[in-house]
């Protein structure tokens, strides 16, 4: 089993969206054995639902949610983890700061994906880590052809 844990800031916009787009992609593709979970750098989201844009986001593209709890990333949770993928450079600074350097922090894209609660651009951030969770998906699966 490969455990898959994507961490944006606050854990409400990118990185459950990540988890999402993720989890429909695993199924789509009938790829099993891959758990997929998501948090933040930060616990000042602790406890709230999808940023209700990114929930609009996900149902327009077709992508199921659920119920959804913020929270900050846990010991437990890197421990266990054989990727942490963060979604930007930030975040990425901040894993390796609480965690120390791995080989199994990386980021989504070579670039940023973009926090869409500062640029209101949902939609880029959907494309951008769309494309992110189909390239690790591809890595995954060893299938170029995705």
Do not use: Q
Request: proline share 4%.
């Amino acid at each position: 089993m490969m455990n898959i844990i994507f961490v944006c800031h606050g854990n409400i916009c990118r990185s459950p969206m990540a988890e999402y787009i993720m989890k429909y992609l695993l199924e789509d593709y009938h790829t099993e054995g891959v758990y997929v979970s998501s948090a933040g750098v930060s616990s000042e989201e602790n406890g709230n639902d999808i940023y209700p844009p990114a929930k609009r986001m996900l149902k327009a593209h077709g992508i199921p949610f659920f119920s959804h709890r913020a929270h900050r990333i846990t010991d437990d949770e890197f421990n266990n983890s054989d990727l942490v993928i963060a979604l930007d450079r930030s975040n990425l600074n901040a894993l390796v700061r609480r965690f120390g350097k791995s080989s199994r922090i990386m980021m989504l894209l070579p670039r940023d994906v973009e926090d869409p609660w500062y640029t209101d651009d949902f939609e880029t951030a959907y494309e951008d880590i769309l494309s992110g969770c189909k390239a690790l998906l591809s890595e995954i699966r060893g299938d170029a052809n995705l």
